[in-house]
């Protein structure tokens, strides 16, 4: 069993996220003499240090690092791995990150059961709600078992095992540069230099390693201003486990129904459709770049292909409008080497309907028309930001 599991937070300067990550780490339940270990990043001010210092952790013993230098982000998150001489496993977690007071039971778990496998990359304490591209509403296929795998690594919680975290790190040795690649989600390639969540999600996809997920989040992401976010945004907000389980359902690799891609989309509906799954590709958020499928594409976007056959868009999650056969006309299962008239464009609304329920009427009605044309003009400079790069400034007011 894997319990040699240090507790990491990585900090810099927000004295306020630290002390309220420390009070959910205090409430949690621990194996005897668990270490927690802060490791603070140089900045213009000793706030965040004095207040560590003055930390009491009960669990175990606790240590303070403390760099000399201004690492930045992806230089401080990566020396965190050195602790992995000594310890199996860590529990690395951004200084905005909160947990259940349960959550180690599941890292306790997830690590016994995974950290001899090397199709699994790492584990994720947070789940999505959201797409991470399109920011779209994402529900994952249910199953008998507690997890879930994806080709998309996680850094609002997140555990590194021993051994999958170096074979990491020397994969990255090789490949950190900046990319632009069309085998990677758009928003991924062009996130800051800062980010090393960028090359860990690369490595997942280039080498088709999964990150286990848990079905409702152990942590919060709290997106408080910092690096990476200039306002703090809950958008990211995800439903939390509030109360322990009695244990946790943790299928082999080879067992689990539910895999999704780095694109978050599903890599199982190949036999509800009699294809390969090596010849589909699936495409229901539109975070795709153009040409970037193979023969067979299952996708939402009206496309100038032949369509073999289309589905509707009435059951959620999506996946479940093609194993049940749900016949309409809101999702495409086209062959792409095949040119032909697209099809006609069904009402235009539809997909937001499916997607937001009624959420169009609640907003009118709740904010007011003019609140909902200032959101609507921010989300076009974001969308954008996103395309152009153009640093367009938004404002909600």
């Not at 001489?85 to 200084?95: K, P, R, T």
């Not at 800062?194 to 848990?214: A, D, G, M, T």
């Not at 509707?312 to 194993?323: G, M």
């Not at 697209?342 to 937001?356: F, V």
Request: proline letters at 5%.
């Amino acid at each position: 069993m894997t319990h040699n599991i240090a507790i990491v937070s990585v900090a810099y300067n927000r004295v306020n996220s630290l002390a309220r990550q420390i009070a959910s780490l205090q409430q949690a339940k621990y194996p005897e003499n668990t270490t927690l270990i802060i490791s603070i990043d140089k900045s213009d001010n000793d706030d965040v240090e004095r207040y560590a210092r003055e930390i009491e952790w009960t669990h175990g013993e606790k240590r303070i690092v403390t760099h000399r230098e201004n690492l930045g982000l992806r230089r401080h998150i990566l020396s965190v791995g050195q602790l992995l001489e000594e310890f199996d496993a860590l529990v690395v977690l951004e200084d905005d990150i909160t947990v259940v007071p349960h959550f180690m039971s599941y890292v306790l778990a997830c690590t016994d059961k995974y950290a001899g496998d090397d199709r699994i990359a790492g584990i994720s304490l947070y789940c999505y709600n959201v797409h991470h591209k399109s920011i779209r509403p994402f529900t994952p296929a249910a199953s008998a078992y507690d997890v879930f795998f994806m080709n998309v690594a996680m850094s609002w919680g997140q555990v590194w095992m021993k051994r999958q975290w170096l074979d990491f790190y020397k994969w990255y040795q090789t490949h950190s540069e900046e990319f632009d690649l069309p085998h990677i989600p758009d928003n991924v390639n062009h996130w800051k230099s800062s980010s090393w969540l960028k090359y860990h999600i690369r490595y997942c996809i280039e080498q088709n390693k999964y990150f286990v997920y848990p079905y409702i989040s152990l942590t919060a992401n709290n997106a408080d201003a910092g690096t990476h976010m200039k306002v703090c945004e809950t958008v990211y907000q995800s439903p939390l486990q509030l109360f322990p389980r009695n244990g946790y359902a943790l299928p082999a690799t080879e067992e689990c129904p539910v895999l999704y891609d780095g694109f978050m989309e599903p890599k199982f509906l190949g036999r509800y459709l009699d294809i390969e799954e090596a010849e589909l590709t699936v495409d229901f958020h539109q975070s795709r770049r153009y040409g970037q499928w193979n023969r067979y594409l299952l996708s939402t976007r009206i496309l100038p292909f032949h369509t073999i056959a289309s589905y509707a868009l009435e059951l959620s999650p999506y996946e479940a409008n093609i194993i049940f056969d749900r016949k309409g006309d809101g999702i495409w299962l086209y062959d792409t080497t095949i040119d032909a008239t697209p099809p006609k464009q069904p009402d235009r609304y539809r997909l937001y309907h499916y997607l937001y329920k009624k959420g169009f009427y609640d907003a009118l009605f709740m904010i007011g028309p003019r609140r909902i044309m200032v959101l609507l003009r921010d989300l076009v400079f974001y969308k954008l930001n996103q395309k152009f790069h153009l640093n367009l400034p938004t404002h909600i007011s």
